[in-house]
């Protein structure tokens, strides 16, 4: 089945709960960041972009016990290339991250001091991100 699908089903799943998302645009030329918050816990996302013109984004934030997955996504094939993107979660570590590229293949990039980054020679193009990080309940219970 078509991964792309598969991860906007996943988001449509996750908007459906009312689980926290922001729409936002990507623009070309000027480097950004979104961040999204529930519980405690924000998800932010840092891009500098080239090529195409402005695209809606979509990002959401979904709790599942004490997991918690970001989705950045445009949804459909992006025409813009990331010369630089970021994810992380407020200095939580990540668990998982993938990212799907304009040719619905998955790819894996390196994590980072708890950052997803790009590897050295990625062709920028993407159209989905998403991280997840785990956080136990006394972690929680002690900051908030």
């Not at 924000?42 to 013109?53: E, R």
């Not at 006394?138 to 908030?144: C, I, Q, W």
């Amino acid at each position: 089945m078509n991964k792309i699908f598969l991860l906007v089903l996943f988001y449509l799943f996750c908007a459906s709960f009312g689980k926290v998302q922001k729409i936002f645009n990507i623009r070309p030329g000027v480097d950004e960041s979104v961040e999204v918050s529930e519980g405690g816990i924000t998800c932010k996302f840092w891009y500098s972009v080239s090529g195409g013109s402005s695209e809606e984004w979509q990002m959401s934030l979904e709790r599942e016990g004490n997991q918690y997955t970001c989705f950045i996504s445009r949804g459909r094939m992006s025409s813009l290339y990331f010369k630089d993107f970021k994810a992380s979660f407020d200095g939580r570590p990540l668990t998982d991250s993938v990212l799907m590229d304009n040719s619905d293949r998955e790819l894996h990039f390196p994590v980072k001091n708890n950052v997803l980054i790009p590897k050295e020679n990625w062709k920028g193009g993407a159209n989905a991100f998403a991280i997840v990080t785990s956080v136990s309940e006394t972690t929680r219970k002690d900051e908030l």
